[in-house]
């Protein structure tokens, strides 16, 4: 196995050109796990952990851009406050140590339909920025997710950074764990509530090949929502969003549940959470 | 000789660290700070690595096994087969029935075929990808009571299906009664789940035998087996134990010991072999899942009349220890209760699952299950309390068991129940606040509240301690006390395995109490001496403890009969903090002094009182040496939407007889009842036609400390007249309670009736 590291961004991106098969590692919380259990034998590594920039983010415009190298836990602690779906989602991603190494851009690049990032970036409208020494494009999340770990990246590309606005509204994830930390998602929901916009925001993972945003519902509540004089939410329109959430998952049975519960679980989640949200956006 | 002058007159420094103390163990912080040797981390110069090929069928015909690409590699020293067991083909801890390697067939998914040496391990695994195998894949045999009953199923052994039949019949085989339950239940197949892979050291020696440096329960049964399949006399094949890291049984049968040991006598160097995370999911037996059918009958009052049961416990493709399992299944079956009639059945089986063999409760697991699921049933159908329903029945010292056997020393079932009961409930959740971490769910947030409800639920268990069925259980220790730089040291050797659960420091303790010395080191474990039997059924302190403290008895017979010739004196003397001490004159002479140059070393096999073989029939005999008791009271939040449970509370009471280490104590109670946890709420090997499908600690889950509530632990010392020191085992009776504590809380809150465990968040919410 080859391994590079490269000390720079445009290193970096010449080798993925050049080895287009090289695998990027980070935080190694996924391809480590897979090296060891054997399942997967990259031709090369293409460790990014040397490159500073990817550390980093920065405030633009209404928003952010947030290098693919930052940790679970610095989002946690630095972005917290302006990206509260993301940080609920980081804080349920395995131990203190992984979050400590893992990074976004690792959930994107294995693109795991469990990955815990997906569900808040599909909810906040993110966009994904990859560049390969070709130049640079910004692909949209709900864009990103091709296929059960496949994303819409081209073989020499990278992940430098995603783009997410702040929250302008409440935010919430929820997701199912059969023990209280430390466990891949059965099933999770990601909800974003845009005031200035008028509209909604969702993400389900882990309910289908690939993380994906359920539309209708998305759709449906934006028109129920009473936004200038906001009352209690009325149960149906409750009820609604969530059969609307679980029919937007198609969920398969395996090891870690059965694709009913997942339907079900959904449709709990997406109550709950619609419930905290616009509890929260009552009272502010 | 005459007294010496340098004796000083009273005892100036009491010994500290003895039996009924806490002395911190020596592997605590080492462990704790990753700097522990595990039996993985060994290295010696020029070894090799082995790996092992195994079968990704549950059941086939192997036709043939083509190594000649495997042996092209480079780097490859040694591809062998079952062509190349110098010794006996087969092993097994009661019937010799599992093949070294396989031999034309298969019987279960991960069956060793052929290994490898190679000098990295990365070689040696791609050098196992290179052997070409060519089966005929055939039917698997899964279900354990069509592999009992039905007339259809392959014979997957000579002799059949069955590993053992045991029935138990006791009192009126016809007798009724005016209120039955009913009820059947099922346990998954559980892991052990120990954090240190299977793994071990083998180094050819000089004379032609093997040096094997090993994580093991028991060093002599691998020796025994190892030896026979090596074709060698036991006194060429010396094991060492390793750095054990974990157990809970799943040591007990042998893993690579005999694969490294034929690849480093084959080529002449060291060999190591370390299983992955996955390959250990195939390596080692498991709990035997379950199917058990019960009938109580009871007067309206709720007074026990009669237990019927049929019990199924899979034992997969091997027997390994099955039989003994299908022995406490069916003796335990009706728990700590006094129940005048009984009639039980209960088949351990042969199938193409994977091998089910000893882990932590071991037959007892299953039944509390059951059993402590009739009762509650039994307090819902008469309106009567929980606790109520189980103290009107609760055995004590005199009862019969289902065997006959009468209980002849304390056994605290109503009290340890009524302790439980009155130990302070935890507040329930407060309705105007959140913890996510105390919500079911936890940091997940899937509930601020909403859909918890809370369930209170009790469980007790009965274990039997120590090898039963007239097993001639013995241990061996060997003690030497000398004098090293002016002080009386003692060293202790045993063969018995410590594997986490702290023997050596118990070992220490017993040796300063007998002796009356402050230092004492522990040897080795090693078949150097004698066998110290396995590490398992809570026995080691019972029965090595009893070894240390005889041979010690006797090393100080010695030291005082040496005191009384060389100080020419008469009558009692003992042995306290380093001196010679007499009742009538006081302290006499420094231990220093009496010994001198000399060293005293005596060897003892200690035994416990006998026990006898059950009748094939009737299930009747004095089969077990002692019975241990724990109660656990279990406080569950469930969220009924989502079907996810949070134990908010799991307090205990056991009575031990006597807390040889009252630390060690209570940390054995806290992880067997985090086990049992486990059990109730998320461990199971998934097994589908006949195949693991989550080999790995990413979907084979095991309780956090986030799912592990803070315990209550109450310990009660009732002295069981039998043991030393009046010692009851500890390791294995909060594994018993605590799951069916859990699963009827569960059942509190939520309403259903949960008949099988763990219970999954689709039992919950009706989606399975």
Redesign the interface.
């Given at each position: 196995m080859e391994f590079f590291k490269p000390a720079t961004w445009s290193e970096a991106l010449a080798i993925k050109a050049e080895h287009p098969d090289a695998t990027p590692i980070a935080g190694g919380t996924d391809i480590m796990?897979e090296l060891?259990?054997?399942v997967r034998r990259p031709g090369a590594l293409l460790d990014l952990t040397e490159i500073a920039e990817l550390r980093e983010w920065s405030a633009v415009g209404d928003g952010f851009r947030v290098g693919s190298g930052v940790s679970y836990a610095r989002i946690i602690e630095e972005l917290g406050a302006s990206l509260p779906g993301l940080a609920?989602a980081a804080?349920?991603v395995g131990s203190p140590q992984i979050r400590n190494r893992g990074t976004v851009g690792g959930n994107l690049g294995a693109a795991s339909p469990a990955g815990d990032s997906h569900p808040p970036l599909l909810a906040g409208a993110a966009d994904i920025e990859v560049a390969s020494v070709r130049g640079t494009r910004r692909i949209p999340a709900a864009e990103f997710y091709k296929g059960v770990k496949r994303n819409a990246m081209e073989p020499d590309e990278l992940i430098a950074a995603f783009h997410i606005a702040a929250a302008d509204g409440p935010q919430?994830?929820?997701?199912?764990?059969?023990?209280?930390?430390?466990?891949?998602a059965?099933c999770s929901f990601g909800l974003a509530l845009h005031p200035s916009t008028r509209t909604v925001g969702t993400g389900v993972g882990s309910a289908a090949p690939t993380p994906r945003r359920a539309s209708d519902a998305e759709t449906f509540l934006a028109g129920e929502l009473e936004w200038d004089s906001p009352g209690p939410l009325r149960d149906s329109v409750l009820v609604r969003f969530g059969e609307l959430v679980a029919q937007a998952a198609s969920p398969i049975d395996d090891?870690?549940?059965?694709a009913?519960?997942r339907r079900?679980?959904l449709s709990?989640?997406a109550r709950?959470t619609l419930?905290?949200a616009w509890d929260s956006y009552r009272r502010n | 000789m005459s007294r010496p002058t340098s004796a000083p007159d009273r005892i100036t420094t009491p010994i500290s660290g003895g039996v009924g103390a806490s002395p911190p163990r020596p592997d605590g912080t080492l462990k704790v700070k990753g700097e522990f040797a595990y039996s993985s981390d060994m290295w010696i110069d020029d070894m090799l690595w082995g790996a092992t090929l195994r079968s990704p069928h549950p059941y086939a015909r192997i036709n043939s096994v083509d190594l000649t690409e495997a042996l092209k590699v480079p780097g490859v020293h040694a591809v062998l087969t079952h062509d190349d067991v110098p010794g006996q083909m087969l092993f097994g801890l009661e019937h010799t029935d599992q093949p070294v390697l396989a031999v034309d067939i298969v019987r279960y998914q991960g069956e060793a075929i052929a290994v490898v040496a190679a000098d990295h391990p990365e070689t040696a695994?791609r050098a196992i990808a290179k052997i070409v195998v060519d089966y005929d894949v055939l039917e698997p045999l899964t279900d354990m009571e069509e592999a009992v009953h039905s007339t259809d199923a392959p014979t997957l052994h000579p002799g059949g299906n069955v590993v053992r039949h045991l029935p138990i019949r006791r009192g009126d085989q016809e007798v009724t009664a005016p209120v039955v339950i009913r009820g059947e239940y099922e346990v998954g197949m559980q892991d052990q789940a120990f954090l240190g892979p299977e793994s071990g050291l083998a180094v050819p020696a000089e004379d032609g035998g093997i040096d094997l440096y090993i994580a093991t329960q028991w060093l002599h049964v691998d020796q025994k087996q190892v030896a026979a399949c090596l074709g060698l006399p036991p006194e060429k094949v010396r094991l060492t134990l390793a750095g054990v890291g974990g157990a809970f049984g799943a040591r007990e049968d042998l893993s690579m010991q005999v694969h490294a040991s034929m690849l480093a006598l084959r080529t002449g160097r060291p060999v190591k072999m370390v299983y992955?995370?996955?390959e250990s999911f195939f390596g080692h037996v498991h709990r035997h899942p379950a199917k058990m059918y019960y009938e109580h009958g009871a007067t309206r009052d709720g007074k026990l009349v009669y237990v019927k049961a049929r019990m199924f416990l899979d034992g997969g493709a091997y027997a390994s220890s099955t039989g003994a399992v299908v022995a406490n299944a069916a003796t335990l079956g009706v728990g700590p209760y006094e129940v005048p009639n009984v009639s039980i059945d209960c088949w351990g089986t042969y199938t193409n699952n994977p091998p089910c063999g000893a882990m932590r409760g071991f037959g007892a697991v299953q039944a509390a299950f059951a059993y402590e699921s009739q009762m509650d049933k039994l307090a819902a159908e008469l309106g009567l309390d929980p606790v109520d329903v189980r103290v009107l029945n609760a055995m004590s010292e005199g009862t019969a068991m289902p065997t006959g056997q009468i209980i002849d020393s304390p056994a605290p079932v109503a009290e340890l129940l009524r302790r439980v009961e009155a130990m302070p409930l935890p507040d329930a959740a407060p309705t105007d606040s959140y913890d996510l971490?105390q919500l079911?769910?936890?940091?997940?947030?899937?509930?601020?509240g909403?859909?918890v409800v809370r369930g209170i639920g009790y469980g007790i268990g009965i274990k039997n301690v120590c090898f039963s069925e007239g097993f001639d259980d013995f241990s061996t220790a060997r003690v030497r006390l000398e004098i090293i730089a002016g002080e009386p040291t003692a060293m202790v050797h045993t063969a018995a395995a410590e594997v986490g659960q702290g023997l050596v420091t118990v070992q220490a303790q017993i040796a300063r109490t007998e002796l009356g010395v402050e230092r004492v080191t522990i040897h080795p474990a090693d078949t150097q001496v004698g066998s110290g039997g396995s590490t398992s059924a809570s026995r080691q302190t019972y029965v090595t403890g009893g070894a240390v403290k005889a041979a010690c008895e006797k090393v100080r017979g010695m030291v005082l009969d040496l005191a009384r010739e060389r100080l020419d004196i008469d009558g009692e003397l003992r042995m306290e903090g380093g001196k010679i001490v007499s009742d009538r004159l006081g302290v006499l002479a420094a231990v220093a002094d009496v010994l001198g140059d000399d060293a005293i070393d005596e060897t003892v096999e200690w035994r416990h009182r006998p026990t006898e073989a059950l009748d094939p029939t009737t299930g009747q005999g004095f089969a077990h040496v002692q019975y241990a008791f724990a109660v656990h009271r279990a406080v569950v939040d469930v969220d009924v939407?989502?079907?996810?449970v949070?134990v908010v509370a799991l307090d205990c009471a056991q009575d031990v007889g006597k807390a040889i280490n009252p630390d060690a104590v209570v940390g054995q109670i806290h992880g067997g009842s985090a086990q049992g946890l486990g059990l109730a709420?998320?461990e199971e090997i998934?097994v589908k036609g006949g195949k693991i499908?989550?080999p790995?600690f990413?979907?084979y889950?095991i309780?956090?400390?986030?799912?592990m509530p803070p315990m209550k632990v109450d310990v009660l010392e009732l002295a069981d007249p039998h043991a030393p020191y009046g010692l009851r085992g500890v390791g294995e009776p909060p594994t018993i309670s605590s799951t069916p504590a859990i699963v009827a809380a569960i059942r509190a809150a939520t309403g259903l009736a949960i008949a099988r465990v763990p219970v999954?968040?689709?039992d919950i919410?009706g989606?399975?």
């Open positions: 796990v060891n259990f054997d609920m804080r349920t919430q994830f929820a997701k199912i764990g059969t023990r209280n930390a430390m466990v891949i059965v090891v870690r549940g059965t009913d519960y079900h679980a709990v989640m709950r419930g905290w | 695994r992955s995370r996955e971490r079911p769910g936890g940091v997940s947030n899937t509930t601020h909403e859909g939407d989502l079907g996810l949070r709420v998320m998934q499908r989550n790995s990413t979907d889950l309780p956090t400390i986030l799912d999954r968040p689709e919410t989606t399975a």
